[in-house]
């Protein structure tokens, strides 16, 4: 995002965690043991996603999760669905256009 302010704000309440601010351009997430960090970058060039790559939370409910993400203003991009592989998710933006994989984390190591 090259807006710190919007991402610490749009992460800040998904995560219901309001992060800490590490620098007037990092914004850090403790998410128990991990980390989300959203900061600009110091030469200023944006960093893009390859068509496949997302950032993957794990998360106990997953519809609290989509609303939250539409109430921060994301956009959901899916359903809730069961995946081939087994697990249960779906997948969206944050405002940015980052694009998030949402699963349920009881997933997580019963695949």
Not at 36 to 43: E, F, G, I, N
Not at 86 to 109: C, K, Q, W, Y
């Amino acid at each position: 995002m090259s807006d710190i302010e919007a991402a610490a704000k749009f992460y800040s309440h998904v995560l219901d965690n309001p992060g800490k601010r590490i620098s007037p351009d990092r914004h850090y997430f403790d998410l128990g043991g991990m980390m989300l960090a959203c900061y600009v970058p110091a030469d200023g060039k944006s960093w893009t996603f390859d068509d496949n790559q997302y950032i993957y939370l794990a998360v106990p409910d997953l519809e609290i999760m989509r609303a939250r993400i539409e109430q921060a203003g994301g956009r959901c991009l899916t359903e809730i669905a069961k995946m081939p592989w087994g697990e249960t998710m779906f997948f969206a933006v944050d405002p940015s256009g980052s694009r998030l994989g949402i699963t349920r984390n009881d997933h997580l190591f019963s695949i």
